[in-house]
């Protein structure tokens, strides 16, 4: 596929940030931020700018540098063009970073019923992103896909993760008992750090493909690595107008006036509202089905990313803001009446999409009562609500803000992406914290892997065990007999 040039896709295609509504002039003074509150920052955003340049200059930021690797690009794209040509199922193994990114762009990029189609609507195989260890779901798809024509990825840039080794160790038995080691083998690709790890070493010794995930470059921020890429390129989706949208984003974000950033002023305007107004509920909301999964994927970089209970000196900060995932209109029917009357405590973000890229016609109808939604489209009508409902939460002194897309193809998407990654990595040097770490997590995995026996951790165990113990007393049974 011939790579795209930059300047051919960027005409009319900016991505606009819109966060008027923030502002005390808009929703009033008991949650709305004043000028005296940016200039406060502006002293902490300066610093940060400052190390943010540098770390770009000394190589030091990985996802940064994502979306420039075309030799990793071509690579991908070299291997999912051949894998592709005898396969029906792709089946991606991997969790949190490792496969909402992959998800996301499935979600936004192909065909809302991709899997549903006939083989021969589709230009790629169908694809099952298995994220959790459900045994239900698990055996379903291994029992849907046909092991000989099926691609299986194993995503895990640690490659020590439970789940996901679990996953394929239960998965490689089914396809080697069906095809036999070295056809299985062929078809599978392991996608995980270049350096030493438990799943390189077993690519290594049994021959899978294999597609590195710079050390520098951690889970929730790997999306423009091979760990979107691959299933991305797989979908036939094209990564390198991802990559420009990517690219032009970064370009866009060197600006060192906040103002002019979008992922600076972003950035500034979440922590503000967070520190200084109580808004400590981060909601996301796009007025777009295909954005579902971009909110998930956004939901676990900012959890994950800013939830720390130490700042970089050891100081106890407990920092971070909730991230919600909500859909539009959808949830104006389920969640809207708890952000316009319940706490001051959240601010919403719209996603909303100019054009959807099809027209639904209501028709004109002859019924009185109806007539005003006669000739209207459906995506007129979707934003609509997404601007009536912005208008409501306004009038009601609610915070929200907007990103408007001008529509969803590679060049939009891998921006936004670049955005989001930035604005939470900018953020978290607001909080003072590291964004890239995940201590929290760290210590679920140790007692899992303790519990399961794993030599070393074995009073961990232990502990637990004794834990368990002590709740008895707290626990009801409905059936105490
Ligand atoms: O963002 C992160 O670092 C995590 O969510 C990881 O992606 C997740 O824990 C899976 O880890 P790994 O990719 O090592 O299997």
């Known amino acids: 596929m011939p790579r795209c040039k930059d300047i051919d896709l960027v005409k009319g295609m900016d991505i606009r940030l819109d966060y008027s509504q923030m502002m005390s002039e808009f929703i009033g003074d008991k949650c709305g931020i004043t000028e005296k509150d940016i200039a406060s920052v502006v002293p902490q955003a300066d610093k940060i700018i400052k190390t943010i340049a540098r770390e770009r200059k000394n190589n030091k930021l990985g996802f940064y540098n994502l979306p420039s690797d075309m030799e990793s690009a071509d690579k991908i794209r070299e291997l999912a063009d051949s894998l592709r040509q005898n396969c029906d199922d792709l089946v991606v193994l991997g969790i949190g970073g490792s496969a909402l990114g992959g998800k996301a762009l499935f979600n936004a990029l192909c065909h809302p019923l991709h899997n549903l189609l006939p083989k021969n609507k589709r230009k790629a195989p169908r694809v099952f992103f298995l994220d959790n260890i459900d045994p239900v779901m698990c055996q379903a798809v291994f029992g849907i896909v046909n092991p000989e024509k099926t691609v299986t990825a194993v995503v895990s840039k640690s490659g020590t993760t439970v789940e996901t080794i679990s996953q394929f160790l ?280 303790g519990l399961l026996g794993k030599p070393g951790l074995k009073n961990k165990a232990d502990i637990l065990n004794n834990w368990q113990n002590k709740i008895k007393s707290f626990t009801i049974k409905t059936n105490n007999s």
């Open 170 to 449: 239960i998965f490689r038995d089914i396809l080697e008992r069906r095809t036999g080691k070295s056809a299985s083998a062929e078809k599978t690709i392991v996608i995980t750090d270049d350096n030493a790890n438990p799943l390189r070493t077993l690519a290594r010794k049994s021959g899978y493909h294999f597609l590195p995930v710079p050390a520098n470059v951690g889970g929730r921020y790997s999306v423009l690595s091979p760990v979107g890429l691959f299933p991305a390129a797989m979908l036939d989706i094209d990564i390198f107008e991802l990559m420009a949208g990517a690219r032009y984003m970064a370009e866009k974000c060197k600006a060192d006036n906040f103002r002019q950033n979008p992922a600076y002023m972003a950035g500034i305007i979440h922590y503000i509202a967070d520190t200084k107004k109580g808004l400590h509920i981060a909601v996301t909301m796009p007025y777009c089905d295909g954005l579902k999964e971009t909110a998930f994927w956004f939901r676990q970089i900012w959890a994950e990313s800013l939830g720390k209970e130490k700042d970089l000196n050891g100081k106890t900060v407990n920092a971070g803001q909730t991230p919600i995932a909500a859909l539009g209109a959808t949830d104006q029917h389920s969640q809207l009446q708890l952000y316009a009357e319940g706490p001051y405590d959240k601010m919403v973000t719209f996603w909303v999409v100019e054009k959807p890229g099809v027209k639904v016609m209501i028709p004109k109808i002859r019924e009185k009562e109806f007539t005003y939604l006669g000739g209207n489209t459906l995506g007129g009508l979707v934003n609509i609500e997404a601007q009536a409902t912005q208008l409501a939460l306004t009038e009601a002194g609610r915070s929200s803000m907007s990103l408007t897309l001008p529509e969803i193809n590679p060049f939009t998407i891998g921006q936004l992406l670049f955005l989001l990654e930035l604005q939470t990595y900018f953020t978290g040097g607001l909080y003072n914290i590291n964004p890239l770490d995940q201590p929290g997590v760290e210590a679920g995995k140790r007692y899992t892997k």
